[in-house]
């Protein structure tokens, strides 16, 4: 694979659609683009509050009229897909073909090249969405992105609760910062096309980590002595389903714990692109600890 191009310049000004802008990672895309004085447009499913230097605008991604009217005067979307199957991107996909934006899609780095089906459904469907934009022919750079360390938000109310963090074991991965994917979507959206070395980057974290290892990592930041306790996958479903989750969310999950391999890949595009080396989880969980208060 042809390394990437390092960062260069300022972001060129353009106008964006972000999608998923209220989502962790999309809040971290907003927020630096508006610092980069790009022209930002937020389509969000909900009507939200109103935010300085931001269009926000109502809709679904499903929604081929929606996305069309979102676009208007757009000439490149950040893209996050949000549901567990591709039936409906294809009319998403349509609108992108007739208005030919640049696209830059978040995927996951646990994508194997090599095989036909990937390991889980949440693989699965990032891969299906790659193929479909790149059938299409649209102008896209994927950033294939490992474990968010924002998903660990997810243990917030256990953290809040006790000093034991419990639910289905998922192989250890090189755990990102959002913040650190959040620069190398801006960067990338700063760069003239002909500047990019390649159409698709593996972003990680600098070391795999294990949930263990991951639930220590947090309690050192708290000054607490949290540890893990992995539970076999049909309590860790009952417990998901019990929380009020969607069910073919839980399956997704589960199948992921029971069924991705272990990832020792570690990549340094993070600091290819943004000119600064990938953030730990330790500085991560140092930096948002008030999030388990």
């Known amino acids: 694979m042809p390394e990437p191009t390092p960062a260069t310049g300022a972001l060129q000004k353009s106008s964006v659609l972000v999608t998923g802008a209220t989502g962790h990672l999309g809040r971290e895309v907003t927020a630096r683009l508006q610092a980069q004085d790009a022209q930002v447009r937020a389509l969000t499913r909900r009507r939200t509050g109103p935010r300085p230097g931001v269009e926000s ?15 208007t005067g757009v000439d490149t979307v950040f893209l996050v897909w949000p549901l567990l199957d591709t039936g409906r991107a294809h009319g998403l996909v349509e609108v992108l073909t007739e208005v030919a934006p640049r696209v830059v899609y978040v995927s996951s ?27 299409a022919g649209l102008r896209t750079v994927v950033l294939r992105s490992d474990t968010l360390a924002s998903n660990t938000r997810g243990w917030a109310s256990q953290v809040r609760a006790g000093d034991v963090v419990a639910g289905p074991d998922i192989a250890r ?22 500047e990019l070395g390649q159409e698709t980057y593996v972003l990680t974290g600098p070391e795999p980590l294990g949930r263990a290892e991951q639930v220590s990592l947090l309690g050192a930041a708290l000054r607490r002595p949290l540890r893990f306790e992995a539970v076999p996958a049909e309590l860790a479903r009952a417990r998901m389903l019990a929380d009020g989750r969607p069910e073919q969310l839980v399956e997704a999950l589960i199948s992921a714990s029971l069924h991705r391999s272990e990832s ?23 930096d948002h600890a008030a999030d388990f208060t």
């Open 264 to 286: 020792h890949r570690v990549t340094d595009h993070v600091e290819r692109l943004t000119g600064h080396p990938a953030g730990t989880f330790a500085r991560w969980a140092v």
């Open 57 to 71: 605008v109502t809709g679904d991604l499903t929604d081929p009229a929606a996305v069309r009217a979102a676009l």
């Open 173 to 194: 991965t090189a755990v990102v910062d959002e913040r650190d994917v959040a620069d190398a979507v801006a960067a990338v959206l700063g760069m003239r096309e002909g």
């Open 109 to 135: 780095a646990a994508i194997d090249d090599k095989d036909a089906r990937q390991s889980d459904p949440i693989v699965q469907v990032h891969a299906d969405m790659e193929a479909l934009l790149h059938d």
